[in-house]
């Protein structure tokens, strides 16, 4: 192929497909010097106004777009005078991996519990998509626009076909867009909605299990008879069932109802009571026992201390790196809404702290961990570094070994709500001081983490609260919004909360060695599956006096 520079910009490297209007392309992107994919929709072949729409359409839409799971958008442009390049280019990222529809043409053969961590993926994709405002509704959701990358994360592609949901239900829309086979009866009419993504999301996993298209199933009543063609467990049939529901009423209607039901599948392979051991059982069945002598205990040891002053070491840790602080009771305001901070802070909601606790100065060090541990799976190594590629499993464990061995203290991770009021440490800004003051991020980290407390500390006296690595929390991972929406949190102001009632992720706080800025804010959030180990994730504890 002669070379091809499209724009003054995109080097062609090769051709990867062709349709009756399009072609897409693998380029290099000379600005940047990394590979792209570039769409090109060709102005001689179309025909049909609404195809131009429609590339027009996905890329306005990419272009606001920002999840993890959504190819990043990298540009959109229109070549009027060459008759062989003319018409009009859509810029996104490469991504290194095949569709769900190449896997299943190739043999791959998906299980009960593979299916159902894809879905809870595409979920985490819908919830994002569904909660904009307006809504955006995909509208062609199905295996081949489903990409299963070399390194095993999900992505939704193809946007041509969204719409939000204000234009969706606009007086004389008529175009109907998606893909046989997969489009529920409402989006046939032309009045597809959240609830229609979820039907097609419900048939693609059927096509991962059973390795056949929808229209190769029977129907009756206009219901899809998949159950010879599965082996699953008769909950995940239940499921499945609702998801593709062809009466809307009896289908789920939010993202958020399906996550739940599909967390509910996998929870009995990963609860506490599965894979922690039976000390931390013990510890967490005498947690309302331990509450009723902390306030008495707590209130001899510490009368008179002032919030800011160290509290004595447990003399199993011996040394300057076992040091607490004492946090009083008190409230703040948890969360933010700050214009560009991320929709998970939101909504800024005030928050009730109404127990005193200690919390560690100090991210856990790698000397601490290998001391009750004994191997080290930190990433980067050395005694005084945090340490890091701990699961949220390893870290109860962990703990479970250092309450048998403290004689002084129960030990534990901090909630969230404890984490970022200690965090803020009266501050109700972005940040509890002066960020590169004060935390090891991606401006002046060298992209690798540093011994602890070496940065300035917050006026609570805490260390690396903004950066260094991630640090663990003890509450299951939910949205503020969903937790508000669905009843966990029935108030405005909300006391002592821990999260969640069940989930399969945990949260994490804090910023990382690797973390831009926005990521380092007291109100950022994010979330990580219990047996998931990274080396920008480690941890503080929490503890209450015996």
């Known amino acids: ?288 026992k331990i509450r009723n002598v902390v306030k008495s205990s707590l209130a001899r040891v510490i009368r008179g201390v002032k919030a800011n002053r160290l509290t004595r070491h447990d003399s199993f840790w011996g040394t300057s790196v076992g040091e607490f602080i004492y946090i009083p009771k008190g409230k703040f305001t948890r969360g933010s809404n700050f214009v560009n901070g991320d929709r998970t802070d939101k909504p800024a909601h005030r928050v009730i702290i109404s127990r005193s606790f200690e919390i560690g100065c100090y991210q856990i060090t790698q000397q601490q961990w290998e001391t009750l541990m004994v191997s080290n799976p930190s990433y980067f190594k050395g005694e005084t570094l945090p340490v890091e590629r701990v699961s949220w499993i390893d870290v109860q464990k962990f703990i479970a070994r250092l309450n048998a061995k403290s004689n002084m203290y129960v030990y534990a991770l901090p909630t969230e709500a404890q984490w970022e009021y200690a965090c803020r440490a009266g501050t109700t800004g972005k940040y509890a001081g002066n960020l590169n003051d004060m935390a090891w991020y991606s401006d002046n980290s060298g992209r690798k983490t540093h011994p602890v407390g070496q940065k300035q500390s917050n006026a609570w006296g805490l260390y690396d609260m903004h950066g260094n690595v991630e640090e663990w929390c003890s509450d299951f991972y939910e949205d503020y919004c969903n937790l508000f929406e669905y009843g966990s949190y029935s108030e405005i102001t909300v006391k002592d909360p821990s999260g969640a009632s069940l989930g399969l992720s945990r949260v994490v706080r804090g910023g990382s060695c690797i973390s831009d800025a926005n990521d380092c804010r007291s109100a950022s959030r994010d979330s990580w599956r219990s047996e998931s180990n990274c080396f920008v994730i480690g941890f503080r504890l929490v503890r209450v006096i015996r």
Not at 68 to 90: H, R, V
Not at 155 to 184: E, P, Q, R
């Open 1 to 288: 192929m002669r070379e091809i520079l499209i724009h003054q910009r995109y080097k062609v490297i090769e051709k990867l497909g062709e349709g009756g209007f399009s072609e897409v392309y693998l380029a290099l992107d000379q600005r940047t010097n990394k590979e792209c994919v570039v769409k090109h929709l060709l102005s001689r072949k179309v025909d049909n106004i609404k195809s131009i729409q429609l590339f027009e359409r996905e890329a306005k839409i990419l272009s606001n777009l920002d999840h993890p799971n959504i190819p990043k958008f990298i540009d959109y442009f229109t070549i009027e005078t060459n008759q062989n390049l003319g018409g009009f280019y859509l810029v996104q990222e490469k991504l290194e991996g095949k569709t769900l529809q190449q896997l299943v043409e190739e043999g791959k053969c998906f299980y009960e519990k593979d299916v159902i961590l894809t879905a809870l993926e595409i979920v985490k994709i819908l919830k994002y998509l569904h909660s904009l405002s307006p809504p955006i509704i995909h509208r062609d959701i199905k295996p081949s626009n489903i990409i299963f990358t070399i390194n095993k994360e999900v992505y939704l592609i193809d946007f041509g076909a969204v719409k939000d949901s204000v234009s969706a239900y606009g007086i004389g829309s008529t175009l109907v867009v998606g893909t046989g086979g997969y489009m529920s009866i409402e989006q046939i009419q032309g009045r597809a909605e959240p609830a229609s993504d979820i039907y097609s999301l419900g048939l693609s996993l059927i096509f991962l299990l059973s390795h056949k298209h929808p229209t190769e199933i029977e129907q009756e009543d206009s219901q899809l008879k998949f159950l010879p063609y599965v082996n699953i467990s008769k909950n995940f049939q239940k499921v499945l069932s609702k998801m593709i529901h062809p009466i809307l009423k009896k289908r789920y209607r939010t993202s958020y109802q399906l996550k739940i039901d599909l967390e509910k599948l996998l929870l009995p392979r990963v609860s506490v009571r599965d894979v922690i051991s039976l000390p931390i059982l013990k510890c967490y069945q005498s947690v309302n």
